[in-house]
């Protein structure tokens, strides 16, 4: 069975339907090039910019024991080069900015594409969609976490304090962390303009540090050749699979470039990427290998080894480094708050309070629980883990799985709306494919070490996504069972007319063909009818963002009666009255402050026949009662609203 994902009802008529996507503002024509690029420097790349505190240190730390020491970080520093190359200039920055969904990327847009590219909604499209939103969550955890602590963590070697302050790294890492989830509330508006400049010199720096240091031993130079990375891992079996999960820990973050593509565009993401980016991360990266081939003891911390350890040079840096570090992290955050607004947009999730942070600036947004919830996650993971050796090994699974789920997804897109032929996605994408496999079965060697984490938290945010859309479905097949044509409802209206109030009545329904339950219980309970009567439904497209064209549609349905079409994308924010006063260009003229808004809503019980098992039900029942108020969602005025109810089993 097809499984329809959006434009279904809530246990309100009305769909759930959410505020505007974070970060920064959507690339626009008034924004120079460099600007653009500028920003993404600071959002896109931040994850990826702190990589370099810990990727080598990691996986040099697995191979410790194997082959010979310049071998193993020879090939150390040619898996990372190859996989930076492959896996974001290739897949990314090359094919999936592509597969752009009337300019967004991520799971949430890869998928409506996917689904648009099919003709139809799919059971496993769906399922790999909701699979990608919940490791995103799981990634999204860890990261602040990981990040921050691996920056404060250079306290141990600072001049003038070394291991005198070992103690406090953690509660300084904490503090910072909880400031950082505290100030969500306030907007980013004031810190966002300083992310790009920060990450620049934070990228410059990087750079002139590998290339102070690539002079320590030229031969890494070597490890431009690939033979260096294949022959490490054939020789090491295994083991080599374990370095691999370290390695990956280079291009965590990689994600950002195609999630973030409706920020800035494709090009000024892959300028910044190709222009800058790259080219610091590598050469900071053979700077390591190089330092750690002169001097074999820096492999226990190469990046901070490679700081001159003058307090006028090493203390700068590590504020650089914490800075980009906290920067990192809240791109995360409000990439979670992001990815919340689409997947309640899409009724993947129930209703979220979601908080505009601005005014002026779109895309500033705050969701208490999410933040809430990530400050207790990551609070937790710092007191499981206690250092960033230990969150190393929980890190890297999530985000795996999220590139091969978007692999997959653009294969779809690529043969059925691209006309790929199969031997050229064989080509492609099959080898893409094998190397995120190769990547993600590498980290789920780590389960045991905290891997499991991520893992176990996916799990649960899929299990409570097909929950709702499933109960949802369940609720609206329900719905269309009992529910009579409005056609039908004005006939009988016109044969027997009831007691007629002055005004304008405006009802939500899911469905506009179908009479709303809050119509038939006023007719039933009140026995009233308005002067003027409006069939409102709230549509949510598969695309980001809809025309204004487009956005509504009239059809008068009797003298009395009027249906209403408003439809949104994913991204936006439904703003109910303020689009219905464009109605009046159009002909439906009203008053909105003397119109009354029916919701119906629905008194869930569970059923055992209804098709999900008892738990489930229980669960979907519990997500309805914790769900957000949607008079807030559609930002209607509270004191015309009249909800009218009705009870359904699940």
């Given at each position: 069975?097809?499984?329809?994902?959006?434009?279904?009802?809530?246990?309100?008529?009305?769909?759930?339907?959410?505020?505007?996507?974070?970060?920064?503002?959507?690339?626009?024509?008034?924004?120079?090039?460099?600007?653009?690029?500028?920003?993404?420097?600071?959002?896109?790349?931040?994850?990826?910019?702190?990589?370099?505190?810990?990727?080598?240190?990691?996986?040099?730390?697995?191979?410790?024991?194997?082959?010979?020491?310049?071998?193993?970080?020879?090939?150390?520093?040619?898996?990372?080069?190859?996989?930076?190359?492959?896996?974001?200039?290739?897949?990314?920055?090359?094919?999936?900015?592509?597969?752009?969904?009337?300019?967004?990327?991520?799971?949430?847009?890869?998928?409506?594409?996917?689904?648009?590219?099919?003709?139809?909604?799919?059971?496993?499209?769906?399922?790999?969609?909701?699979?990608?939103?919940?490791?995103?969550?799981?990634?999204?955890?860890?990261?602040?976490?990981?990040?921050?602590?691996?920056?404060?963590?250079?306290?141990?070697?600072?001049?003038?304090?070394?291991?005198?302050?070992?103690?406090?790294?953690?509660?300084?890492?904490?503090?910072?962390?909880?400031?950082?989830?505290?100030?969500?509330?306030?907007?980013?508006?004031?810190?966002?303009s300083w992310f790009g400049p920060v990450t620049t010199a934070w990228f410059l720096t990087l750079g002139a540090?590998?290339?102070?240091?690539?002079?320590?031993?030229?031969?890494?130079?070597?490890?431009?050749?690939?033979?260096?990375?294949?022959?490490?891992?054939?020789?090491?079996?295994?083991?080599?699979?374990?370095?691999?999960?370290?390695?990956?820990?280079?291009?965590?973050?990689?994600?950002?470039?195609?999630?973030?593509?409706?920020?800035?565009?494709?090009?000024?993401?892959?300028?910044?990427?190709?222009?800058?980016?790259?080219?610091?991360?590598?050469?900071?990266?053979?700077?390591?290998?190089?330092?750690?081939?002169?001097?074999?003891?820096?492999?226990?911390?190469?990046?901070?080894?490679?700081?001159?350890?003058?307090?006028?040079?090493?203390?700068?840096?590590?504020?650089?480094?914490?800075?980009?570090?906290?920067?990192?992290?809240?791109?995360?955050?409000?990439?979670?708050?992001?990815?919340?607004?689409?997947?309640?947009?899409?009724?993947?999730?129930?209703?979220?309070?979601?908080?505009?942070?601005?005014?002026?600036?779109?895309?500033?947004?705050?969701?208490?629980?999410?933040?809430?919830?990530?400050?207790?996650?990551?609070?937790?993971?710092?007191?499981?883990?206690?250092?960033?050796?230990?969150?190393?090994?929980?890190?890297?699974?999530?985000?795996?799985?999220?590139?091969?789920?978007?692999?997959?997804?653009?294969?779809?897109?690529?043969?059925?709306?691209?006309?790929?032929?199969?031997?050229?996605?064989?080509?492609?994408?099959?080898?893409?494919?094998?190397?995120?496999?190769?990547?993600?079965?590498?980290?789920?060697?780590k389960l045991a070490q905290g891997a499991w984490l991520p893992v176990v938290f996916g799990a649960g945010l899929?299990?409570?996504?097909?929950?709702?859309?499933?109960?949802?479905?369940?609720?609206?097949?329900?719905?269309?069972?009992?529910?009579?044509?409005?056609?039908?409802?004005?006939?009988?209206?016109?044969?027997?007319?009831?007691?007629?109030?002055?005004?304008?009545?405006?009802?939500?329904?899911?469905?506009?063909?179908?009479?709303?339950?809050?119509?038939?219980?006023?007719?039933?309970?009140?026995?009233?009818?308005?002067?003027?009567?409006?069939?409102?439904?709230?549509?949510?497209?598969?695309?980001?963002?809809?025309?204004?064209?487009?956005?509504?549609?009239?059809?008068?349905?009797?003298?009395?009666?009027?249906?209403?079409?408003?439809?949104?994308?994913?991204?936006?924010?439904?703003?109910?009255?303020?689009?219905?006063?464009?109605?009046?260009?159009?002909?439906?003229?009203?008053?909105?402050?003397?119109?009354?808004?029916?919701?119906?809503?629905?008194?869930?019980?569970?059923?055992?026949?209804?098709?999900?098992?008892?738990?489930?039900?229980?669960?979907?029942?519990?997500?309805?009662?914790?769900?957000?108020?949607?008079?807030?969602?559609?930002?209607?005025?509270?004191?015309?609203?009249?909800?009218?109810?009705?009870?359904?089993?699940?």
């Amino acid at each position: 069975m097809d499984v329809q994902v959006p434009n279904q009802p809530s246990p309100l008529e009305p769909d759930p339907l959410p505020a505007k996507p974070p970060r920064v503002r959507r690339a626009g024509h008034k924004r120079g090039f460099a600007t653009l690029s500028l920003g993404a420097v600071g959002v896109v790349f931040g994850d990826i910019g702190t990589s370099p505190l810990y990727a080598m240190r990691e996986a040099l730390a697995h191979s410790r024991a194997v082959g010979p020491p310049e071998l193993a970080v020879l090939g150390v520093v040619s898996l990372v080069l190859w996989t930076l190359t492959l896996i974001v200039s290739v897949k990314y920055v090359l094919f999936l900015m592509r597969a752009d969904n009337k300019g967004e990327g991520g799971p949430v847009a890869l998928m409506a594409l996917a689904q648009r590219a099919l003709g139809r909604s799919t059971k496993p499209i769906f399922f790999l969609g909701i699979v990608g939103i919940a490791l995103f969550y799981g990634d999204g955890v860890i990261t602040p976490a990981f990040s921050v602590l691996s920056a404060v963590e250079g306290l141990k070697t600072a001049p003038l304090l070394a291991h005198r302050v070992d103690h406090f790294v953690l509660p300084i890492a904490a503090g910072i962390l909880i400031w950082l989830f505290l100030v969500q509330a306030r907007g980013t508006k004031r810190m966002a303009s300083w992310f790009g400049p920060v990450t620049t010199a934070w990228f410059l720096t990087l750079g002139a540090l590998g290339l102070f240091h690539i002079r320590d031993d030229l031969s890494i130079l070597r490890a431009f050749w690939p033979g260096y990375g294949i022959g490490f891992l054939i020789e090491n079996g295994v083991v080599g699979f374990l370095i691999l999960g370290s390695v990956f820990l280079a291009v965590t973050g990689a994600e950002a470039l195609y999630a973030d593509m409706g920020h800035f565009g494709k090009w000024p993401i892959r300028a910044a990427w190709l222009v800058l980016v790259f080219p610091c991360l590598a050469l900071n990266y053979l700077g390591q290998g190089a330092l750690v081939l002169h001097h074999p003891a820096a492999r226990h911390s190469p990046f901070f080894e490679m700081v001159p350890h003058s307090p006028f040079a090493y203390w700068p840096v590590l504020a650089l480094a914490t800075t980009a570090a906290v920067i990192a992290s809240q791109a995360v955050i409000t990439g979670a708050f992001s990815m919340t607004q689409q997947a309640v947009q899409l009724g993947l999730l129930p209703r979220i309070a979601i908080n505009r942070t601005s005014e002026t600036q779109t895309g500033q947004i705050f969701v208490p629980t999410v933040n809430g919830l990530m400050m207790g996650g990551v609070l937790i993971l710092l007191v499981v883990f206690q250092s960033s050796h230990g969150l190393a090994a929980a890190y890297g699974a999530a985000v795996t799985g999220t590139m091969l789920i978007s692999t997959l997804l653009a294969a779809v897109v690529a043969r059925h709306m691209w006309k790929w032929k199969v031997g050229q996605i064989a080509l492609f994408l099959i080898p893409l494919s094998f190397i995120d496999a190769v990547f993600l079965v590498s980290n789920l060697f780590k389960l045991a070490q905290g891997a499991w984490l991520p893992v176990v938290f996916g799990a649960g945010l899929v299990i409570i996504m097909w929950t709702w859309s499933r109960g949802v479905r369940i609720l609206s097949e329900k719905t269309l069972a009992e529910s009579i044509p409005v056609a039908d409802v004005i006939d009988m209206l016109t044969a027997r007319p009831p007691q007629r109030a002055p005004g304008t009545a405006l009802f939500f329904t899911s469905n506009a063909d179908l009479a709303p339950v809050a119509l038939m219980h006023n007719l039933k309970h009140n026995k009233v009818l308005h002067q003027n009567n409006v069939i409102l439904t709230v549509n949510t497209t598969e695309t980001p963002r809809v025309s204004e064209e487009n956005r509504i549609r009239i059809e008068p349905i009797g003298r009395d009666f009027k249906k209403v079409i408003l439809s949104y994308g994913f991204m936006e924010n439904p703003n109910v009255p303020k689009t219905l006063t464009q109605c009046r260009r159009m002909g439906l003229k009203f008053d909105i402050m003397s119109t009354t808004f029916f919701l119906g809503r629905r008194s869930i019980v569970p059923d055992i026949r209804s098709g999900m098992p008892l738990w489930q039900d229980r669960l979907f029942i519990f997500l309805i009662r914790n769900a957000a108020n949607p008079t807030d969602f559609f930002h209607i005025p509270p004191g015309r609203v009249v909800e009218l109810g009705t009870q359904v089993s699940v």
